[in-house]
């Protein structure tokens, strides 16, 4: 019997997901744009992999290891990290759109005792309005701001998450701890 | 089986259609959660043995000939197959299931596969519809009976089990848009649904009324249809609008549904909705006999047969909002609105498979989600991770699906409810502090019905 009501062809993520390598560019490092009270003219976009490495050296130099693509419970965590100590973080890479990063960002909080939003700062001021900050504390989402540096700009709520053992890391981490 | 010469059962309200054989272990488990088992004609056919093993399903069956399907463009019938066992030469033709069933209804089906195409209202002759009914009604009757060889291997009441209802042959009603007159099929579906009334009572008798979403959304042409399915010979009516999908339904189109059923229930029919999500349960209190679905698909489903293959997708059906969702989704519904187990018996899901895996403990809700990962390397040798669901979170979510909607049926049909009051309460409790999922259907669903209740949205 043909099962076409239950089933469906994988896109996307679904399709599989490369665990190795990601992309450089040289526009990465761009500053914010909120300045003076005036915002300049933003840049295009660069691909959201993009972000991981200074992501994950800022948590390597804070003794965490990081992982790219971790699957956790039918969906992918863009960056997991962990200490030795076992304290982890999930952060959820998006270039632009706050928005969409912060719904990602909240299915992933029983994968982690803290989750992120990392923005390519460009961007990162259209988070920080007051309804932004609003939205993102509500939900004990942090929020980091990325270019060739990454910094926190909402440090995000401790949670003691539920679903620990369901995240599965690929056998090579992509940074390792220094 | 249990025989269903009976005819409809009076209570029965939930029938829960079989896709494939391999869901049989969960549906003879969870049979106290639905009445009527439904059998499509392909499944019947190629899996006759199977079926009449189910020495544990005590529930009467209904089989769909899904004659609708010789209507569709012969492709969707056919696949690639070697010519000879063993060699590696292949043809595209038409699958066994189709070749089988095509010899057992005869004309005109066995000669349109013949000449490879589609089945045209020209190709019944009035002459032969008592001939053509008679053969398709009988292969229902006795379909799943022990042959009559191994009579002796049964009680008397095992060899002759029949389904609850006998379907007369129908044809997709799609609508005539040069003429803007009626749908091509239906003097022939109504012809079918005359001749089967000579051989057989309109009590036992269901006639499908199988429509297309674009037949659906012309007043006047869904009019005539409607008036002419009020006035056939049988008393039950299988209602299927092809992928009408109930979450994503305007409210023109979900008020369409329900004075569809209305007016068919106000002439004296039973109407039965084939493929049904929680819309349809909540018309039960309109007058619909029944409501049916697959075991965690199938509330809408598109006439013609799509091509299978691809991974099963694993999702919860979500009870307050009559959705399936993904894990994730309903996860963070739980954390945003539940504090602990015992309002999430409360407020999601009380069923027994929720109580079982809960066990008192909400982090047990991820067995519902559970995946395995697996690696592949891609054709530069890079290593590839995809996931794919744990089969125990896939029979879990089903078991869940069907008793939660066996509680969903019940409680829809209790004396004190109120689907207004319910509809409001939980449109009111997703819209308040969570952006995760958007519970506008309830909103579209409880207008549809408020108009009719006389009260405003």
Redesign the interface.
Same mark, same amino acid.
């Not at chain 2, 047969?305 to 694993?314: I, N, Q, R, W, Y």
């Not at chain 2, 993904?326 to 989704?329: E, G, H, K, S």
């Given at each position: 019997m043909a099962s076409a009501g239950r089933t469906e062809r994988r896109r996307g993520r679904g399709a599989g997901l490369s665990v190795t390598g990601f992309p450089r560019t040289s526009r990465l490092d761009q500053p914010e744009r909120l300045q003076d009270g005036r915002i300049a003219a933003l840049p295009a976009p660069i691909p959201e992999l993009a972000l991981f490495p200074p992501v994950a050296d800022a948590l390597a130099s804070d003794g965490y290891t990081s992982w790219r693509e971790v699957s956790f419970l039918g969906s992918w965590i863009d960056l997991y990290a962990r200490t030795d100590t076992g304290h982890t973080i999930a952060v959820e890479l998006k270039v632009a759109d706050w928005r969409r990063a912060l719904v990602q960002a909240r299915l992933l909080r029983n994968s982690a005792h803290s989750v992120y939003v990392a923005l390519w700062a460009p961007y990162v001021h259209r988070a920080m309005t007051s309804e932004g900050q609003a939205l993102l504390a509500g939900a004990g989402i942090g929020l980091l701001s990325v270019n060739g540096r990454c910094t926190v700009k909402l440090a995000s709520a401790t949670n003691e998450p539920r679903y620990l053992e369901h995240v599965h890391l690929p056998q090579r981490p992509s940074r390792r701890a220094r | 089986m249990r025989d269903g010469m009976g005819g409809w059962p009076e209570q029965a309200r939930h029938c829960l259609r079989l896709?494939?054989?391999n869901d049989k272990a969960i549906v003879e488990s969870e049979q106290d959660s639905f009445d009527v088992l439904v059998l499509?004609a392909?499944?019947a056919i190629?899996a006759r043995k199977a079926l009449s093993s189910w020495v544990g399903m005590q529930k009467p069956f209904w089989i769909d000939p899904i004659a609708y399907t010789f209507a569709a463009a012969p492709a969707y019938l056919m696949s690639e197959q070697k010519l000879k066992r063993g060699e590696p030469e292949m043809q595209v033709t038409y699958k066994r299931t189709f070749r089988d069933l095509a010899e057992v209804y005869g004309e005109p089906f066995s000669r349109v596969l013949e000449e490879r195409r589609s089945l045209r209202p020209e190709d019944f002759d009035p002459q032969e519809d008592q001939r053509v009914v008679e053969r398709m009604l009988e292969w229902q009757r006795t379909v799943l009976s022990p042959p009559a060889e191994d009579a002796k291997f049964f009680e008397d009441e095992e060899m002759a089990l029949e389904p609850v209802l006998l379907t007369v042959p129908n044809l997709p009603l799609q609508p005539d848009v040069e003429r803007e007159e009626e749908p091509a099929w239906l003097p022939v579906n109504v012809r079918l649904v005359e001749a089967a009334a000579t051989i057989h009572d309109p009590s036992r008798l269901a006639a499908g009324l199988l429509i297309e979403e674009s037949l659906f959304d012309s007043r006047s042409q869904l009019d005539r249809v409607g008036q002419a399915y009020q006035a056939i010979p049988a008393d039950h009516i299988w209602l299927w609008v092809s992928d009408n999908n109930e979450i994503d339904m305007t409210i023109p189109r979900a008020r369409r549904l329900r004075d569809l059923v209305r007016s068919l229930v106000e002439s004296g029919k039973q109407v039965h909705q084939a493929f049904g999500g929680s819309f349809s349960t909540l018309l039960l209190r309109d007058g619909l006999t029944s409501v049916g679905h697959?075991v965690?698909?199938?509330e809408h489903?598109s006439w013609e047969? !799509?091509?299978?293959?691809?991974?099963?997708?694993?999702r919860y059906f979500y009870p307050p909002l009559g959705q399936r969702l $993904?894990?994730?989704?309903v996860?963070?519904l739980v954390?945003a609105l539940v504090e602990d187990t015992e309002e999430f018996h409360l407020e999601v899901c009380d069923c027994e498979v929720c109580r079982e895996t809960l066990e008192g403990n !909400?982090?047990n809700?991820?067995a519902y989600?559970?995946?395995v990962?697996r690696e592949?390397r891609?054709r530069s040798g $890079?290593?590839?991770?995809?996931?794919v669901?744990q089969p125990s979170a896939l029979t879990l979510s089903k078991r869940h699906y069907l008793r939660a909607k066996a509680r969903e049926v019940a409680r829809f049909l209790a004396t004190d409810f109120d689907p207004q009051v319910r509809l409001a309460y939980q449109i009111d409790r997703h819209e308040r502090g969570q952006?995760?999922v958007d519970p506008g259907h309830l909103k579209v669903w409880r207008a549809a019905l408020a108009e009719h209740a006389g009260t405003s949205a």
């Open positions: - | 896709g494939a054989m499509q392909n499944l190629s697959g965690g698909y199938w489903k047969p !799509l091509a299978g293959g691809g991974l099963p997708t694993l $993904r894990f994730l989704d996860d963070a954390d !909400l982090g809700f991820a989600g559970a995946v990962v592949r891609d $890079r290593v590839i991770e995809y996931d669901p952006q995760i």
